[in-house]
């Protein structure tokens, strides 16, 4: 085969296999060894000879013909440039060249004296040397090198012959140690035929391999001396039958695979490292060059190569910054370009089709099934319950950060108070009606437009592309439904559609409104009449139940005519920022509680713990509504088909908790009279107005708690500690006395005015302002608005900040705790040369995984190690994952917890937070997307990792696992 210049197109017939590892073996001395490789040369080019086509022997006659011009030009024409070589690793810049100069390119005087003895390294010996003078590897330990050396196998290829084909699963990473290799990028369409062929003449592919010359053996297992073994074949030949010993490819076969030339490798070099980290295939075809008769390659294996980026920081940062020069993040780059960075002509309205192209280029794990035909009900359902709840009839969407100046004063007024109210149904000209969006807490108004809808984003960037993503979403499997609907022609589906949407009409005009399950069975009915498989019927009645066909109507009629328009803010700048106003409010609500001017300064011995978890979970635990009812509670949960049962869960308690709210919710109105009594008993109050920014707060008086009444899973905690303590510090008496400290330590201390038992000043063993700070999860960037805001109102008074939330898991099962000991934030998404991402340390002074292991109960798994913090659920793909799993040792991925550290962390190098401040950061692992990816793979149901939600019996007690360790850290100190 002749030298191929970069970038010259190459038709490659079609590879043999790879190799497969065997029993690696010596191999002869050097003169045998010459000696064999020129025959078995000759052997396999005879071979080859016989199966190849009159095109093909063409080819290589002109290949010949040109090689040998090249050899001759390069020997009559002087090189005046050392730059002239094609060698990709010798191209550098040679604008400082002096003609005077002979320069010579840097050399690695190693590499170039084993070059120079004329012989390919042959000793582990050598190995190591060159090891120690190779990319990546030379920052191993001198320990993890001669592992290496000692696991490395030894394989020879003649010319021409491949090391690696494209699409192949490698299992080890290759270094060149002799002579070079070249490197092809196949093309992809050309790619997908030849897979395609190999599938179907398997056997066929397997004849060729058995004419395979490829030597291997163990560094290992080399003398001392030096010396080489008796040769061994890597593997066993298989037993054909004789027809196969002369085989004609089949007709089909002919069709070659189309590759471009990349570049060359040479000795020191080394590939593979990219499918080691992202577990894929090789995208590129590596090809044994003609520099030397042989090419020699070291083979270092895969897991042990995964075990070393484990343990060897320095070595995974730098295969991690040669990979991210890649390819890797530009897809979502590309999205928030155009999201971020729109040209001036759009007139403040994004370009929706631009960013649906380049969100098709994400292949996010959430939209396993984006290029196929099926409808993925499972990512549409996810999206859906993320968007307004009339994405189905609006045209046009106002995204603003703050409500502009054409909404009237009135208007204003409304909005500002719609996020408290119910939503409407009855659209006027001068209404403002508030729009829900299931899962995400963001302010939507119908402003008394049909078909517009103003949606205030809680932060210019996370809710932003959250939005865009999810509508992407919408628009590509409404698309898929309408085409699909569009298909029913005997009737037109939109004419049964109408008649059925009609007669409802009628039916309530009438008053003989079926009920839900008449109703659900007549859409079923209908729905099983159109172009849609079982899965699909099921999966849209679980989106919209009885509103099915209304809703297939309006996707039919709507036909994804958006318009998106992002409000340049200029009117932010002359309003109060929604976050100062929040806080402003809970210190108001605090200074109250404290019997003081709302207006006034916090006082300097006021102690605040932040805790930024669900609006539940807290007031459960530290209110007494379900010690004073817990035969009713109790009863309801065993009757709960959801919680399956209760006697088999860790702590019973969690299970009644998970049965509140739907105990709430029937029609017994004295239990939640007695619950909002129960929480005015513990002094806890709810701020239901989020000043638009969605975060609902609970302000939480330590100081007024009645310990008795608590979670019995923290009083006996509490219990245990405060006795060991007194325990330690009495003489004599000291169980009376410690039974004594207990009792007072439950009591509530008294307050102004108060004439109850509670303790007083002298004998109160709590602190006098003592408040917890529960406010709900922020989202994304807006934490970092947030952590800002309520810093610059309460500053070196808060003692602690305690972040609890749900993430993706990287490993484990869902269910489990992710402790995280430092926060990664990723900034794939970002379109600015400062791209290198951050790492934010989370302290956890007081947070132990054998603490949490002991709440969460045997069946929980706790994961320590690092937490990437990722742009967008809808942002996250398979090889971004994969990269910060295997070069930066996360175990899970979330969104807000950078954003809190980031600015914990600024606070405190600016002495505005509290020196001692505590931090402490655990999350739920709710689901697992690189094993959502490999179930969907295989044709099982993947998307349920992502898209279902998670049961009680999986989500409850982490949760309250998580919660408990805080507020036993919390009350404890």
Partial sequence: MSEIPNGASLEVSPAPEPPVNGKESLVPKESNRRERTISSAATSLSNETMVLTPRERFARVIEKVLHTIDERAKRAVPKHYWHEED???????????????????????????MIAKGIPVHSAKELLSLLQNTEHLHLLRTEELCEVVRLALRREYIKGEVILPAGSQTMHVYVVIWGEVDVFAPDKDSLHRHHHLRRRHSLYSHHLNKRSLLTSQSFSSIPSSGG???????????????RWQTPSPPPD???????????????????????????????????????????????????????????????AQSVGHSIAQEDIFIPVREFCRYVFAPTPDMNEYLP??????RYTKINNVIHTKLFSGEIDTAAWGYALKRLPENVTTTFCFDLVLALPPFVATRMREEAKRADVHRTSRDFKRTEVTYIRTKERRRCTWHLGMEGKALVLLRDGFTDLLDFLSMLCVHIIESNKLRSRVQGMVHPPAIDVLDDYLRNREIEEVNGCKLSKEEELNRVEKILSTMPLDKNEQSGLLGIWHSDTLGKIYEVMMHREEFNVRVDPSVSRKFQTSPFHEWALNLRACIMQKMGLDRNLPPPHDLCIDIVSSNTHCIKNLLSGFHRKNRHVVEEYARNDKRLGNIDEWHTIEDALYASTASLLATERQELKEEYVRALDESGITVLTDTAMTGLQVDVIPVHALNFKKIDTVLQESLKDSVLQDSMRRSVGD???QSSTVWRRVCLPRRGPGDRSQNCDDSACYRLNRHFIINMDFAFGAQAEGICQAIFSVFGSRIRSVSVMGKAGGLTGRRGDIQLPRELVMSKSSLIMEDAQDELRRCRNQDFTAARLRELAGPSVEVHEGRVVTIA?????NVRMLQFYKNIWGCVGAEMEGSYFAR????????????PNLITRFAYYTSDLPLACLESASRGGGGDQSLSAPMSAAEGVPPLYAIARGILERILLT
């Fill in 352 to 357: 929706l089709w631009t960013i649906l192209n």
């Fill in 87 to 113: 060698s990709v690793d010798e191209l550098t810049s040679c604008m400082i060249y002096d003609g005077q100069q002979k320069l010579e390119p840097p050399h690695n005087v190693v590499l170039d004296t």
């Fill in 228 to 242: 080489f073994g008796p040769f061994v074949p890597r593997r066993s030949t298989p037993n054909f039958d004789s």
């Fill in 253 to 315: 076969q002919d069709e070659d695979l189309c590759m471009t030339h990349c570049g060359k490798l040479k000795p020191g070099m080394l590939f593979g490292f990219d499918a080691c980290v992202f577990e894929e295939s090789s995208a590129l075809h590596y090809v044994a060059g003609n520099e030397s008769e042989v090419t020699v390659v070291a083979l270092l294996p895969l897991p042990q190569v995964k075990e070393l980026l484990r343990g060897n920081v320095c070595l």
């Fill in 903 to 914: 600015v914990i962390e600024d606070m405190y190098r600016q002495g505005i937070a509290n």
């Fill in 872 to 876: 967008g659920t809808m942002l996250q």
């Fill in 734 to 736: 000291g169980i009376e």
